[in-house]
């Protein structure tokens, strides 16, 4: 199963035209929730990202996850030493590069990154969606959803609203 | 008061790209529901829709409105006349406009329509927004929001979820 769990602003950016995330902390969050974070991350097996945003996420220190993280990206030839045994780099077409994933005992994937999002939806590949949206109309952006041949329709399965306003539903995809 | 009242897809779009609105009509709805539309109208004082809007609704049979409709277009010069009473042409500035229309009793207005919402917004003159997203990516179509210089936060004020997985969100525009 590949689930996509993002924020999004209203008008359906993920980020500022420059990348930035600054913006999904500027709401009230007085209990400190993480918004299902971890719950979500406890069932998930691996993450697929793509090149760019593994660029950003490996400038954190510390590393930010626990579950294995595979790259998608061509020009990528090695991943950082201390990541050796967390990263991995995988390239060629998706659905084959899923199965490939699979066979290595990782069955639920963490889809991440706007591009690897939506290379994922235009072959078919999302099973869930999950979608926290956030007060806001950013204006403009890098948006989660680009222009595909293909309508898939889904079942929604649950929403839930936190403080600050953030809505956060949840949906798979019909069979 | 100017609000936006509108469907959506979750890709963001609120038709197909060639203005087709039967997606609409595709997801369960066993009771019926209207989805809070009348009462939402009830406390509409007028709408505001652009020329494209107005062509479309014009070739229903009944007229589908009973409050005043105003239609924002510089090349439509007189309505038909079974309307005359009904619809008013309004031309020129945005602002000058809802001033014009707010004077004449009008203040709580629903405002229509892909290209007539996104000017309202660039001119951050949209009041409250109550979208009701559909559990379907279209893949393309006419979108709800454009880029725009302008980022506006919003205060969440409610989310329903219906039958056939709608998620009706209103927000109002944080002062």
Same mark, same amino acid.
């Not at 066979?103 to 889809?111: A, D, E, H, K």
């Not at 590949?125 to 898939?152: A, H, M, N, V, Y």
């Given at each position: 199963? @590949?689930?996509?769990?993002?924020?999004?602003?209203?008008?359906?950016?993920?980020?500022?035209?420059?990348?930035?995330?600054?913006?999904? @902390?500027?709401?009230? @969050?007085?209990?400190?929730?993480?918004?299902?974070?971890?719950?979500?991350?406890?069932?998930?097996?691996?993450? &697929?990202m793509g090149r760019k945003t593994f660029d950003i996420v490996s400038a954190f220190d510390p590393?930010?996850? +626990?579950?294995? &993280?595979?790259?998608?990206?061509?020009? !990528?030839?090695?991943?950082?030493?201390?990541?050796?045994?967390?990263?991995?780099?995988? +390239?060629?077409?998706?659905?084959? &590069?899923?199965?490939?994933?699979n066979r290595q005992g990782y069955n639920t994937l963490y889809i991440d990154g706007g591009q +690897?999002i939506q290379a994922f939806l235009k072959k078919n590949l999302i099973d869930e969606l999950i979608?926290?949206?956030?007060?806001?109309?950013?204006?403009?952006?890098?948006? !989660?959803?680009?222009?595909?041949?293909?309508?898939?329709?889904?079942?929604?399965?649950? +929403?839930?609203?936190?403080?600050?306003?953030?809505?956060?539903?949840?949906?798979?995809? !019909?069979?």
């Amino acid at each position: 199963m @590949n689930s996509v769990y993002i924020a999004i602003s209203l008008d359906g950016y993920i980020a500022t035209p420059e990348d930035g995330l600054e913006w999904l @902390n500027t709401f009230p @969050n007085p209990s400190d929730s993480d918004y299902g974070y971890h719950e979500f991350m406890d069932r998930v097996d691996a993450l &697929v990202m793509g090149r760019k945003t593994f660029d950003i996420v490996s400038a954190f220190d510390p590393w930010p996850y +626990t579950k294995k &993280v595979f790259v998608l990206s061509r020009s !990528l030839k090695e991943v950082p030493a201390v990541l050796v045994d967390q990263v991995e780099i995988v +390239t060629g077409d998706i659905s084959a &590069v899923v199965k490939k994933i699979n066979r290595q005992g990782y069955n639920t994937l963490y889809i991440d990154g706007g591009q +690897t999002i939506q290379a994922f939806l235009k072959k078919n590949l999302i099973d869930e969606l999950i979608i926290s949206k956030l007060p806001i109309i950013l204006g403009e952006g890098i948006p !989660l959803f680009t222009p595909q041949d293909l309508s898939i329709k889904f079942e929604h399965c649950s +929403t839930e609203v936190f403080e600050g306003g953030l809505v956060k539903s949840h949906y798979k995809k !019909l069979k």
